[in-house]
């Protein structure tokens, strides 16, 4: 599936290769503390690992050649591991997008 967005009037066209899934950070709500105060979330320790997949790639090949379709499909809620190095740049400034391995994905939300 290739992911089509637009971002100020241009078009951007997606297509995660291989075992590779695009995954849109879901935002989380502010949290409050025990006394009332709000916490925003620039102010917490870890940002939310909790987001939507937007796109898959075709799935991995085995030694044997044979291709493993990827098992999660797009528009699933999921908690994933997110590093420094695997964020994109697609879509508004606002949203942070994710290209992350099939075993990144730790969960689907049900």
């Keep these: 599936m290739i992911m089509k967005t637009e971002s100020k009037g241009s078009k951007i066209n997606l297509q995660p290769l291989a075992d590779r899934i695009l995954v849109k950070r879901e935002d989380m709500p502010d949290k409050k503390s025990p006394s009332g105060i709000i916490i925003p979330d620039t102010a917490q320790k870890e940002k939310s690992k909790r987001g939507i997949v937007m796109a898959v790639g075709t799935g991995r090949v085995t ?14 809620k999921v908690y994933f591991n997110s590093g420094w190095d695997n964020e994109v740049p697609v879509g508004e400034k606002d949203e942070e997008y994710f290209l992350v391995k099939e075993s990144d994905i730790l969960a689907v939300i049900k």
């Design 63 to 76: 030694d044997d050649g044979k291709l493993v379709p990827i098992s999660v499909k797009v528009g699933a």
